[in-house]
């Protein structure tokens, strides 16, 4: 008696769950930054041995060689830009952020 209740119920809760059901809307992978990668360079580019500065006190680890005014540059990038530019190194971004905002 109780598998003709179970075969009969069965059905009706699995309409009643896949009725009820919403989408989710599919996430991206991954961080999105807001900015174009090539745009958020742009502000180093301008400034004279501003990027090789930045990639060399990445190598040597000593980040007293970047100047003020390409500290000032890369003040004005946004730090998902610098993060997904900067992927290579994940800390780095943070630390030159904090060695340029005390230049100011």
Not at 14 to 21: H, K, P
Not at 52 to 76: D, E, K, T, V
């Amino acid at each position: 008696m109780w598998i003709n209740k179970f075969v009969f119920l069965l059905p009706v809760v699995c309409i009643a769950v896949f009725s009820t059901a919403q989408t989710v809307p599919p996430q991206p992978i991954g961080p999105v930054p807001s900015q174009d990668p090539s745009d958020c360079l742009s502000s180093l580019e301008t400034i004279p041995d501003c990027i090789p500065a930045i990639f060399r006190s990445i190598i040597n680890g000593q980040i007293g060689s970047i100047g003020y005014s390409c500290c000032h540059a890369f003040l004005g990038i946004t730090t998902e830009c610098a993060t997904h530019v900067f992927v290579f190194a994940p800390f780095f971004p943070p630390t030159l952020r904090d060695h340029c905002s005390r230049q100011h």
